[in-house]
């Protein structure tokens, strides 16, 4: 499934979450990332990706590896992940 953090602070901003809603989110390991969402910590403009932003992370690629350095970790993705992260399809077809 495609992030988009986007629609996360629409929805968020168009629900009415109660302190009991709240009480339960902190209980998952998922209230560091909605926290921000629920205290209208995070810009809009934060949320957009940018050419730069996949600039960085394209630059990060090992080829000896076939993978991403991230961090000091090497993250190998697939084919599909790049669809899904991306929406940068396969094949000989150029989508513009």
């Known amino acids: ?7 996360v602070k629409r929805l968020i901003k ?7 809603h709240k009480v339960e989110l902190r209980r998952t390991p998922f209230w560091g990332f909605f926290q921000p969402f629920i205290d209208a910590k995070v810009k809009t403009k934060c949320l957009k990706k940018h050419d730069k932003d ?18 000091k970790k090497l993250l ?4 599909s992940d790049f669809t899904l992260i991306f929406g940068i399809h396969e094949g000989t077809i150029i989508f513009c």
Do not use: D, H, W
């Open 1 to 7: 499934m495609r992030c988009n953090l986007l629609a």
């Open 14 to 20: 168009s629900i009415s979450l109660e302190e009991r």
């Open 54 to 71: 996949v600039i960085k992370i394209i630059q990060t690629y090992t080829p000896n590896y076939t993978a991403f350095e991230i961090g």
């Open 76 to 79: 190998k993705v697939r084919t």
